[in-house]
């Protein structure tokens, strides 16, 4: 089986979770659903993919996506 090399150092993967967890914390309660979640989830990945690497500016970027919950 092939070895799978890591995008993201875990300290950056603990920075990461950290954001989705504050995020998490201000969209609105009716928002708050897995898949929502997710999709911040999602956008927080993306974010730091790009190049975004200041946990307020993934929790800016996942709020933004949470303000629009998912279907």
Do not use: N, Y
């Amino acid at each position: 089986m092939p070895q799978i090399t890591p995008a993201f150092a875990p300290d950056f993967v603990t920075t990461m979770r950290w954001a989705l967890d504050a995020a998490s914390d201000r969209v609105p309660v009716t928002s708050r659903t897995p898949a929502t979640k997710a999709k911040m989830a999602q956008r927080i990945v993306r974010s730091a993919h790009e190049g975004i690497t200041d946990a307020h500016q993934l929790v800016a970027a996942a709020v933004a996506e949470g303000m629009v919950p998912a279907l």
